[in-house]
């Protein structure tokens, strides 16, 4: 139970996964012409992005998915659905289209001119499957130790103080 | 709390809660404002037109790697009207810690009381015991001429014994605290390995409960502070002023000053008056006061734009309304004849025509007629209200210290 909770509240990302994902979204952006791509989790962080989207940042851009999936889910709840897996927003040459990743993240993929939605929906179809596959895994396997160095926090607090300086 | 070791990255999410206009929204502007510009992102607000937060305001801080983890906080508002439960619920979601923004005003304590109610339900929803959270309370507008004693408020909301800090966002005051406060009860769990143990609480900032507050006056029981004094002046001068330039206000002359401290004691004894009468103001009639303002402008870019430059809110405008529709309501007590009085005889009219005719050129008495009656109604109304103040200020006890103005 503890190690659930954990898992549920503190996201540990691992170099070996990210590095995973990081090779399937660069083939998810060639293979379907998108301009760029970022993983979300449910939270608003950004774990991870491939390809450039200068107007973007990816911050905002991670909290603005995340809230508005969490919007969709309740509209689908009024439906009897337990969530909408895909959204897609249509804009006159850019457009963002939005999938679930099993149960804690979430895509937003930005394409142009250069493809169509179906084309992103088809490949982004094929990318989900293969990230949920690295995601149950990472989910099983047992929590490390997290390594974040010795007075990590204490530094922070510093850092803080230096910048609320008033 | 994402820890995202591909990135080297630390991402932790804090949310900011608490009741409708309690200035949580105020809370986020002052840090944006005051976090230098390389530590922090753009701020995204998702507003109605009101100006009101209708999902959430989000801010992005930056500070730089630390011990080798480039380390981010996520700042977020909840739409603090009861009326938006759900988006503040989904907001909530994986929240590292909260900041809840109490409004310090006597009348606020039940608001309060519910919203944090409401943040202990939504959190147990999500799974999460509201004590394993790091929580801090802010008391905010601490400068209003009837914010609750510190320790009356600790008593009846306080039940969680969280940490604290005083505030007056508005003036900037207790912003930068409260967040350092809340940043480091979210560091100290990271240390702790396992996240649902109990946060240290109880652990004041000394800032900025030393300041020692200056008074400018003592209107019956209420005092008015210089900051609450000074922040008057400067709002009063951004609705008047054409000037661009919103700093301005501190070229105030003394007896300027002394001026507009005097329409803010009348405006303390009318809140006073009201009060004791129980007269509120009307929600509607307020919203439509400040609507017949707006429309003075073409368009909705055109209001936004000139309350920008001024960096005034619609709730200063709605503030202004609000007095005048408390006065409108109060003064029928005071001066019970008031609508006799108000009225304006053709004679009148005539009268003011004949003596002030050369200013009206070659303009027929009928053509000028419904100008003059205005006229005629401006004065009288300015008249009265002299009076009114004047009957209020009769049975009141004013202190003025020239000297802290």
Redesign the interface.
């Known amino acids: 139970m503890?190690d659930e909770?954990?898992r549920?509240?503190?996201?540990?990302?691992?170099?070996e996964?990210?590095?995973q994902i990081?090779k399937l979204l660069d083939e998810f952006i060639k293979l379907s012409g998108s301009v760029a791509i970022f993983l979300i989790?449910?939270?608003?962080?950004?774990?991870?992005q491939k390809g450039t989207a200068p107007s973007i940042?990816p911050?905002?851009l991670s909290?603005?998915v995340a809230?508005s999936f969490?919007?969709t889910k309740?509209m689908a709840r009024m439906l009897g659905e337990s969530e909408f897996s895909v959204m897609f927003h249509q804009g006159k040459k850019e457009n963002i289209h939005i999938s679930l990743v099993g149960e804690r993240a979430m895509t937003a993929t930005v394409f142009d001119t250069q493809t169509t939605a179906g084309m992103v929906n088809l490949y982004s179809k094929e990318l989900m499957t293969k990230l949920e596959v690295i995601f149950n895994i990472a989910s099983k396997r047992e929590a490390k130790?997290?390594s974040?160095?010795s007075?990590?926090?204490d530094?922070?607090?510093d850092?803080?103080?230096d910048?609320?300086k008033? | 709390m994402q820890i995202n070791y591909a990135k080297k990255e630390v991402s932790c999410k804090l949310v900011y809660y608490g009741p409708g206009m309690s200035g949580k929204t105020t809370n986020l502007e002052v840090v944006h404002q005051k976090v230098p510009d390389h530590n922090k992102g753009e701020m995204t607000s998702i507003a109605t037109e009101g100006d009101r937060t209708l999902f959430f305001d989000f801010l992005p801080l930056d500070l730089g790697k630390i011990r080798g983890m480039t380390t981010k906080f996520q700042l977020y508002t909840v739409p603090g009207q009861v009326y938006y439960a759900s988006t503040r619920k989904l907001v909530l979601q994986g929240s590292d810690g909260v900041i809840f923004v109490a409004d310090s005003n006597a009348d606020k304590i039940e608001e309060n009381i519910e919203s944090l109610k409401d943040l202990e339900n939504n959190l147990k929803e999500y799974g999460v015991k509201i004590d394993e959270l790091p929580v801090v309370i802010q008391w905010n507008k601490r400068d209003l001429p009837n914010a609750l004693p510190v320790e009356e408020l600790e008593k009846a909301i306080n039940w969680l014994n969280a940490a604290t800090t005083e505030a007056v966002a508005a003036t900037g005051e207790g912003v930068l605290p409260t967040l350092k406060l809340a940043a480091s009860l979210i560091l100290e769990r990271l240390n702790s390995k396992e996240p649902g143990a109990p946060t240290s609480a109880k652990a004041k900032v000394a800032e900025p409960k030393e300041k020692k507050e200056v008074y400018v006056a003592n209107i019956n029981a209420d005092k008015i502070s210089r900051s609450y004094f000074n922040q008057y002046c400067q709002i009063q001068y951004r609705l008047a002023t054409k000037s661009n330039d919103v700093e301005d206000f501190k070229k105030f002359s003394t007896e300027e000053k002394k001026k507009l401290l005097d329409s803010l004691i009348n405006y303390v004894l009318l809140l006073q008056d009201s009060k004791a009468r129980g007269i509120q103001a009307d929600k509607d009639h307020v919203e439509t006061q400040v609507k017949s303002f707006g429309r003075k402008f073409k368009s909705q870019e055109e209001l936004d734009d000139y309350l920008g430059r001024r960096r005034l809110t619609l709730d200063n405008l709605r503030n202004e309304a609000t007095r005048n529709v408390i006065i409108g309501m109060v003064i029928k007590n005071v001066l019970p004849n008031i609508d006799q009085r108000l009225k304006i005889s053709s004679k009148e009219v005539a009268e003011y025509y004949e003596s002030h005719k050369g200013a009206y050129g070659d303009k027929t008495y009928d053509q000028v007629k419904s100008s003059v009656v205005g006229r005629i109604k401006a004065t009288r109304k300015k008249e009265l209200l002299q009076e009114f103040f004047m009957k209020l200020r009769e049975k009141s006890t004013i202190e003025i210290f020239d000297s802290n103005i």
């Open positions: 503890k909770k954990l549920q509240r503190r996201l540990v990302y691992y170099k996964d990210i590095d990081d989790d449910k939270d608003g962080h950004l774990v991870t940042h911050e905002t909290a603005l809230g969490a919007a309740e130790e997290h974040l160095q007075g990590y926090s530094s922070v607090k850092k803080l103080e910048m609320f008033e």
